[in-house]
């Protein structure tokens, strides 16, 4: 299997494809700045919360309240992301290799809650005000991630190419509710053909749609498990 770090390389020599061009540097300067704040502002305003849902995890189920994953960074970097524990330690996925499914015995009580209300990936945050995410891009993947059984490089040849601008907490798949396990090549491709739209589309007014179709998404009723 090709290095993607490589095919990236390959990918950003392209003159069909200079993210910068197609939005401008004050788009992405005002991405940032928006992370910045908006990130800061949640993680104080939410610490109350966030304390309790730690507290309600230890109660729980044995084990630390934080759970870190090595995964794709902007770049093909590789990041650590932070996530609430929802499975049991003695059976948690270091890799993020295997996706959870529906009924997943790996998954704690709470686990299941915070899962299916996404309140798991609030930690993220942390993520996005450090610079490793943003609030919006392409959803960020573990290193190795299968979809339809097959790693997501080999479903997709252009994939690597999603991994020019910072993976996000949400992104134009998530928007549309394309969301779940890959169980099928068909939904696996779909998402990634939403990633490179938006790479190769990205404007600050995009990543506004997005944000408010995410919430309007979560306030129907989010598909996480």
Same mark, same amino acid.
């Given at each position: 299997?090709?290095?993607? /770090?490589?095919?990236?390389?390959?990918?950003?020599?392209?003159?069909?494809?200079?993210?910068? $061009?197609?939005?401008?540097?004050?788009?992405?300067?005002?991405?940032?700045?928006?992370?910045?704040?908006?990130?800061?502002?949640?993680?104080?305003?939410?610490?109350?919360?966030?304390?309790?849902?730690?507290?309600?995890?230890?109660?729980?189920?044995?084990?630390? %309240? !934080?759970?870190?994953? @090595?995964?794709?960074?902007?770049? =093909?970097?590789?990041?650590?992301?932070?996530?609430?524990?929802?499975?049991?330690?003695?059976? =948690?996925?270091?890799?993020?290799?295997? @996706?959870?499914? /529906?009924?997943?015995?790996?998954?704690?009580?709470?686990?299941?809650?915070?899962?299916?209300?996404?309140?798991?990936?609030? #930690?993220?945050?942390?993520?996005?005000?450090?610079?490793?995410?943003?609030?919006?891009?392409?959803? =960020?993947? /573990?290193?190795? &991630? !299968? /979809?339809?059984?097959?790693?997501?490089?080999?479903?997709?040849?252009?994939?690597?190419?999603?991994?020019?601008?910072? #993976?996000?907490?949400?992104?134009?798949? @998530? &928007?549309?509710?394309?969301?779940? #396990?890959?169980?099928? #090549?068909? +939904?696996?491709?779909?998402?990634?053909? =939403?990633?490179?739209?938006? %790479?190769?589309?990205?404007?600050?007014?995009?990543?506004?749609?997005?944000?408010?179709?995410?919430?309007?998404?979560?306030? +129907?009723?989010? $598909?996480?498990?």
């Amino acid at each position: 299997m090709a290095n993607p /770090a490589i095919l990236l390389d390959d990918y950003y020599r392209e003159e069909s494809f200079l993210p910068s $061009k197609r939005a401008g540097h004050a788009h992405y300067f005002i991405k940032r700045l928006t992370d910045i704040v908006l990130s800061a502002t949640a993680l104080l305003v939410l610490l109350p919360f966030l304390l309790t849902v730690a507290a309600l995890i230890r109660l729980d189920s044995p084990g630390p %309240v !934080l759970f870190t994953q @090595q995964r794709w960074g902007k770049g =093909c970097r590789k990041i650590r992301v932070y996530k609430f524990r929802s499975m049991r330690t003695d059976l =948690c996925d270091v890799t993020g290799v295997n @996706q959870t499914v /529906a009924g997943d015995p790996r998954i704690t009580k709470i686990g299941a809650i915070i899962r299916r209300t996404n309140i798991d990936e609030l #930690p993220q945050l942390m993520n996005v005000l450090k610079g490793d995410m943003s609030l919006v891009g392409p959803r =960020c993947h /573990a290193i190795g &991630m !299968l /979809a339809a059984g097959m790693p997501y490089e080999e479903l997709v040849p252009e994939y690597h190419r999603r991994h020019v601008m910072r #993976p996000g907490m949400t992104g134009l798949a @998530q &928007m549309r509710g394309l969301r779940g #396990p890959t169980d099928r #090549p068909g +939904k696996a491709r779909a998402r990634i053909a =939403c990633d490179l739209h938006y %790479v190769e589309n990205f404007n600050y007014w995009l990543d506004l749609r997005i944000i408010v179709g995410t919430v309007v998404s979560e306030l +129907k009723g989010g $598909k996480g498990f």
